[in-house]
């Protein structure tokens, strides 16, 4: 063992700054490693998360080819789903049922108490029938209402949780109030103001209406508050009685899962669009697969730069020690110390620093993950953290890592073993 450190000692002078930074560059390419294979997954998981839905595979979700956002309306083209177009769809033989959605084309907006704070923001009522509301929630609550309830009992609302999103993003940093979570919202009260908004306002009087939030929902086909479908036709009707009724979208459930296919061509033949289950799947695959491919060509990149500098380095400090190792080959040293030698020196350090490397990228991921959610209340609301810790993947990967820098060492060093020892004593 003596001898072993007196050859190390000699295998290290005055190399000790090349060999600390071949190991430190070693420890860089093995965070990195880490820290994009734990971010990379992360994103993936939140934009899975973002985009997920709840639609049934029997279910189509027909649209007109217009952008409609109730009062909000930007955008209107092509053909409107009229009655007619609603019978049409009925009628066909392969539909089961048909639940409508209609926008209230009047401004309204909603009030209340959050934390303490008062609250106000411009809102469109999206009218649904009961087959969007959650079954937990129709056992204690009547999905019926018109404004003659109004004074009997509150307005139900179930929370699009694509518009909590927007809400954490935007609304309540900009106004200093509390995050949402999902659960969080049911049971808040609050008075919705229809008639008039911030924008605007119509001849008729204003009605005011108490509303509590008794639910929340993931359906990609909600994007506003959810009441009930009745409501607002009513008020439609009541403010704009010279409009035409149309719906804003229809949910058409096949008798069969097979039959979709088939509806979403009628559909399109009637001049409107569809979108099913499948659509939507792949929308959110190839979205997934662009931002993790993007992520996975720079963490490539950068891995690869980092992962060719720890090989040079390796190989640079073997290079630099060749005249060691002619000495060491001089006094008689045998091949199999030598290889000794290079198992601690290469080896067991360098495996030493890609573990120490993996764990530093788990903890700066982990810390990434912290900051991101404190910067961003939506992710917080969606996540727990936005770094993942797949040991598997991981460790292959850091296998991966210790395997190729020093296999590069050892082809090299076997190379300088195979060279006479006047020409080492030489360099």
């Given at each position: 063992?003596?001898?072993?450190?007196?050859?190390?000692?000699?295998?290290?002078?005055?190399?000790?700054?090349?060999?600390?930074?071949?190991?430190?560059?070693?420890?860089?390419?093995?965070?990195?490693?880490?820290?994009?294979?734990?971010?990379?997954?992360?994103?993936?998981?939140?934009?899975?998360?973002?985009?997920?839905?709840?639609?049934?595979?029997?279910?189509?979700?027909?649209?007109?080819?217009?952008?409609?956002?109730?009062?909000?309306?930007?955008?209107?083209?092509?053909?409107?789903?009229?009655?007619?177009?609603?019978?049409?769809?009925?009628?066909?033989?392969?539909?089961?049922?048909?639940?409508?959605?209609?926008?209230?084309?009047?401004?309204?907006?909603?009030?209340?108490?959050?934390?303490?704070?008062?609250?106000?923001?411009?809102?469109?009522?999206?009218?649904?029938?009961?087959?969007?509301?959650?079954?937990?929630?129709?056992?204690?609550?009547?999905?019926?209402?018109?404004?003659?309830?109004?004074?009997?009992?509150?307005?139900?609302?179930?929370?699009?949780?694509?518009?909590?999103?927007?809400?954490?993003?935007?609304?309540?940093?900009?106004?200093?109030?509390?995050?949402?979570?999902?659960?969080?919202?049911?049971?808040?009260?609050?008075?919705?103001?229809?008639?008039?908004?911030?924008?605007?306002?119509?001849?008729?009087?204003?009605?005011?209406?108490?509303?509590?939030?008794?639910?929340?929902?993931?359906?990609?086909?909600?994007?506003?508050?959810?009441?009930?479908?009745?409501?607002?036709?009513?008020?439609?009707?009541?403010?704009?009685?010279?409009?035409?009724?149309?719906?804003?979208?229809?949910?058409?459930?096949?008798?069969?899962?097979?039959?979709?296919?088939?509806?979403?061509?009628?559909?399109?033949?009637?001049?409107?669009?569809?979108?099913?289950?499948?659509?939507?799947?792949?929308?959110?695959?190839?979205?997934?697969?662009?931002?993790?491919?993007?992520?996975?060509?720079?963490?490539?990149?950068?891995?690869?730069?980092?992962?060719?500098?720890a090989i040079h380095t390796l190989v640079a400090d073997l290079r630099n020690r060749s005249y060691a190792?002619?000495?060491?080959?001089?006094?008689?040293?045998?091949?199999?110390?030598?290889?000794?030698?290079?198992?601690?020196?290469?080896?067991?350090?360098?495996?030493?620093?890609?573990?120490?490397?993996?764990?530093?990228?788990c903890a700066l991921a982990a810390a990434v993950s912290r900051v991101m959610l404190s910067l961003v209340?939506?992710?917080?609301?969606?996540?727990?953290?936005?770094?993942?810790?797949?040991?598997?993947?991981?460790?292959?990967?850091?296998?991966?890592?210790?395997?190729?820098?020093?296999?590069?060492?050892?082809?090299?060093?076997?190379?300088?073993?195979?060279?006479?020892?006047?020409?080492?004593?030489?360099r």
């Open positions: 063992m003596k001898n072993m450190r007196k050859a190390v000692s000699l295998w290290n002078r005055g190399h000790w700054k090349d060999y600390i930074f071949s190991q430190g560059m070693l420890l860089a390419a093995s965070l990195l490693l880490v820290f994009f294979i734990s971010i990379g997954l992360g994103t993936g998981k939140i934009l899975q998360r973002f985009l997920a839905t709840d639609l049934p595979e029997e279910q189509v979700r027909v649209t007109p080819l217009g952008v409609q956002a109730g009062f909000f309306q930007t955008e209107q083209g092509g053909q409107e789903i009229t009655e007619h177009i609603l019978d049409s769809l009925s009628s066909h033989t392969l539909v089961n049922r048909i639940d409508p959605q209609v926008y209230a084309h009047v401004p309204a907006y909603l009030r209340g108490l959050l934390g303490g704070r008062n609250y106000y923001t411009d809102i469109t009522l999206e009218g649904v029938t009961d087959a969007f509301v959650p079954d937990s929630v129709l056992s204690h609550v009547d999905w019926n209402y018109t404004l003659q309830d109004s004074s009997a009992k509150p307005l139900p609302i179930i929370l699009s949780e694509n518009l909590l999103i927007l809400y954490n993003a935007g609304f309540a940093q900009s106004n200093g109030l509390m995050g949402l979570t999902p659960e969080g919202v049911i049971g808040l009260e609050c008075r919705i103001n229809i008639g008039s908004s911030s924008l605007t306002s119509l001849q008729a009087p204003p009605v005011t209406v108490n509303a509590e939030i008794v639910g929340t929902s993931r359906n990609m086909a909600l994007f506003a508050l959810a009441v009930p479908i009745e409501l607002v036709e009513e008020i439609n009707a009541t403010w704009l009685p010279d409009e035409e009724h149309t719906y804003s979208a229809l949910m058409v459930t096949a008798e069969k899962a097979e039959d979709v296919p088939e509806i979403v061509r009628y559909a399109e033949s009637l001049g409107l669009q569809a979108e099913t289950r499948r659509g939507i799947a792949q929308k959110a695959e190839l979205l997934v697969g662009v931002v993790t491919a993007a992520l996975g060509a720079l963490a490539a990149a950068i891995l690869g730069s980092a992962m060719a500098s190792l002619g000495v060491l080959v001089a006094l008689g040293t045998s091949r199999k110390r030598l290889v000794s030698i290079f198992a601690f020196q290469i080896f067991l350090m360098s495996l030493v620093t890609t573990v120490t490397g993996g764990l530093a990228g209340p939506a992710l917080a609301i969606a996540v727990d953290s936005l770094a993942v810790f797949p040991v598997g993947w991981m460790s292959a990967g850091l296998g991966l890592v210790l395997l190729t820098s020093t296999a590069s060492a050892w082809f090299f060093f076997r190379k300088i073993l195979s060279t006479p020892v006047t020409e080492l004593l030489r």
